[in-house]
């Protein structure tokens, strides 16, 4: 084993989950233009320029920051819809004022939710509620700085951003003071606003920088990372982090030779063999990786997700392991399994069952798409095989838990609270087989409605499930489990965008809406609904109160 090589992977891993503290990864969109027009203002105007596609740009939204009295939040959200590499988007207040200013159309036309800045004034730039790129310091009035940009304009820099929710003065061009004041056409400006002229190397490569091979000036992730060591579970020297394998896996004394394990091969080798000629060995205790009590295990097995490791949270009470039923719990947006693992320990031992928390981490299912949302699509928008969706690792994953420690049950119970929650409810819609028995989803931020009219995320349309698959699941045994008063419109991991806000302010709301619209579709259409909704008195989004929920409903 090359102990210089592992150790150095693991101290670069460590450096970059410090550095994750102080930076963001690259992001799609960027904030390139503010335009505080000559009419009172108007037309007020934000660039934005898109730096990979976007499958869907309702994820993204701008806001205001007034007067240095710090954010509004997102106050526009964009409506469903793709952008392409490359493209300009232009968010206005004004539709005709900026027509006639620039002489084309706007994209996208606010009334003045977001576009009401004076140049004085902060602007905020979201993706899923979080900010991802700043202009001004949104604690700080404007006036009198130099970001101040009063009847003028600010231009980002080339080849910069976007800078998170920390603005860099550095990265912007400011245009003199009251410069469009007596014009009524930008190109009447004595400097124009320079529209549409950003932009944005994309250099393809690996960046990740565990990976052998590594490039830092990549800012464009090509899936070429490789990282060499030990991938078999069963090693001395597994590492979870090796993504091919070197040959340099160790599997119990790697000197043979040595048979009385004292770091020399002579004489006393000799006579350990002769001593033992001619008897017939055991059979070897197959290996196991579960056992009664607390425990974790890196799981691979899958093969069509073996790249993308799962680390298993457990817990096995004291009892008759066999007849145990097993329930799959889903950790939410934190990636904290070990800590939905120990949620459930009162309730194994009441209840004897077997806890199996799988843990997603942001580095092999990052963002929503490939935890909450099942990787169902790539980033481009491409359907990928349901081989690789992270629904599909779940199967594979029950049989694996049943066969090390015995089980002999034919089903399996699931619990996913909040991003886990969203988990669920998916798998039960695109998931084609499956051994669950009750799938609790509990606090979900957002849903999937079964409206084959609705575009995927939020709906069914241009998904691989539809109507066809509506008698399917529709009668499996989902629960949707709601705590009444998880009924925050503002909490900052709630998603705020338009296909969301539709489902309702809060979580409390949209699991309502989603039960109601999903027994409607089901009516419409004569077929037979097996869905509950539960809801509990006086919990918000409290995974614990409704972990020991979940358990009295299972179990009970």
């Known amino acids: 084993m090359n102990i210089t090589k592992y150790f150095k992977k693991y101290i670069l891993l460590l450096l970059c989950f410090t550095a994750s503290a102080l930076s963001l990864e690259a992001q799609n969109l960027v904030l390139t233009g503010v335009v505080h027009g000559p009419l009172a203002g108007t037309p007020k105007a934000l660039e934005l320029y898109v730096i990979a596609d976007i499958p869907d740009l309702s994820v993204y939204g701008v806001g205001t920051a007034n007067n240095g009295l710090g954010s509004n939040g997102e106050e526009f959200s964009f409506p469903g819809g793709t952008a392409l590499a490359g493209e300009f988007i232009y968010v206005v207040n004004d539709g005709a004022s900026f027509s006639s200013f620039f002489g084309f159309d706007a994209d996208f036309i606010d009334n003045g939710l977001a576009c009401n800045f004076n140049g004085n004034d902060a602007i905020e730039l979201f993706e899923n ?25 600010a231009h980002r820099n080339n080849e910069t951003g976007p800078d998170g929710s920390s603005f860099q003065l550095s990265n912007w061009e400011i245009s003199a003071l009251n410069l469009f004041s007596g014009t009524t056409q930008n190109s009447q400006a004595s400097i124009p606003f320079p ?168 580095e092999y299912y990052p963002g929503s798409e490939q935890y909450m949302e099942g990787n169902i699509f790539d980033s481009f928008g491409n359907l990928n095989p349901a081989s690789e969706w992270t629904f599909s690792l779940i199967e594979p994953l029950f049989d694996f838990v049943k066969s090390d420690v015995g089980n002999l049950t034919s089903e399996y119970e699931m619990f996913g609270h909040s991003a886990g929650g969203q988990f669920v409810h998916r798998f039960i819609l695109f998931a084609a087989t499956t051994s669950v028995n009750r799938a609790i989803a509990a606090n979900s931020g957002w849903y999937t409605v079964p409206d084959p009219l609705v575009d995927f ?54 699991g309502l809406y989603f039960f109601a619209e999903s027994q409607s579709i089901s009516s419409l259409n004569s077929m037979p609904f097996e869905w509950l909704k539960i809801e509990v008195p006086g919990v918000a989004h409290d995974f614990e109160a409704m972990s020991i929920d979940a358990a009295s409903i299972l179990f009970d």
């Open 195 to 362: 529209i549409g002229t950003y932009s944005y190397l994309i250099i393809s490569g690996c960046t990740d920088p565990i990976a052998d091979n590594y490039n830092p000036m990549a800012n464009a992730d090509d899936g070429s990372c490789s990282v060499a060591g030990c991938v078999y579970l069963a090693a001395n020297n597994y590492d979870p982090l090796a993504t091919v394998d070197d040959d340099s896996c160790l599997f119990g004394n790697d000197c043979v030779a040595d048979l009385n394990n004292d770091n020399l091969v002579n004489s006393g080798d000799l006579l350990s063999f002769l001593s033992s000629f001619g008897t017939t060995c055991p059979q070897p205790a197959p290996m196991t990786y579960l056992s009664p009590g607390l425990g974790s295990f890196v799981y691979n097995a899958y093969q069509p997700l073996s790249l993308k490791p799962v680390t298993v949270h457990y817990y096995i009470p004291e009892g008759n392991i066999s007849q145990m039923p097993i329930v799959f719990v889903f950790h939410g947006n934190n990636r904290n399994g070990s800590e939905y693992r120990d949620a459930w320990i009162s309730s194994a031992d009441t209840h004897q069952c077997i806890v199996v928390a799988p843990e997603f981490s942001e």
């Open 457 to 510: 995320p939020y709906g069914l349309q241009n998904s691989p499930s539809g109507t066809a698959q509506m008698p399917t699941f529709f009668t499996r045994k989902l629960i949707i489990h709601l705590g009444q008063a998880d009924t925050n419109p503002n909490d900052p991991s709630l998603n705020q965008s338009a296909g969301a806000n539709a489902q309702g302010a809060y979580r409390y709301a949209r």
């Open 129 to 153: 509620g979080v900010v991802i790129d700043t202009f001004g310091l949104i604690d700080v009035p404007g006036d009198g700085t130099a970001w101040e940009y009063t009847l003028g304009w």
